[in-house]
């Protein structure tokens, strides 16, 4: 059983910035695929962010790149999600996600099967 839980979200004004942090249980923590999804109020839950189980290969959706970066810290079981230059459209709650048997970053939810509680992030104009 895997346990994430996810921190950093809050208000930011637009053009602000918020480092999210996904801490993960479990003994074979680099081994997993960490993903970031996020739902906003009456939209479907959409995929942020994803990185490999080893850091090498990263997704991305495309209204994000250039603004998010994530990264990981296996040594600390824990993923990043370093949100630049933020937009009010950037707020939802945000979820990260692991996927304990492909390793891989993939962009579809149903990639993974451990999901955390969320946090919120709420950007201002």
């Known amino acids: 059983q895997v346990q994430l839980v996810e921190s950093g979200g809050g208000l930011v004004q637009a053009g602000g910035s918020l480092r999210l942090s996904c801490v993960a249980s479990?003994?074979?923590?680099?081994?997993?695929?960490i993903g970031w999804f996020r739902q906003a109020p009456g939209k479907k839950r959409e995929f942020v962010a994803a990185?490999?189980?080893?850091?090498?290969?990263?997704s991305y959706r495309d209204s994000v790149k250039g603004r998010f970066t994530i990264s990981r810290d296996n040594a600390k079981n824990t993923v990043y999600l370093q949100m630049i230059s933020l937009k009010p459209e950037d707020t939802a709650v945000y979820y990260c996600?692991?996927?304990?048997?492909?390793?891989?970053?993939?962009?579809?939810?149903?990639?993974?099967?451990?999901w955390g509680q969320g946090t919120q992030v709420t950007v201002s104009s």
């Open positions: 990185i490999n189980w080893s850091g090498g290969t990263t």
């Open positions: 996600s692991a996927d304990s048997v492909r390793g891989v970053a993939g962009m579809n939810s149903d990639e993974y099967e451990y």
């Open positions: 479990g003994r074979t923590f680099g081994s997993y695929a």
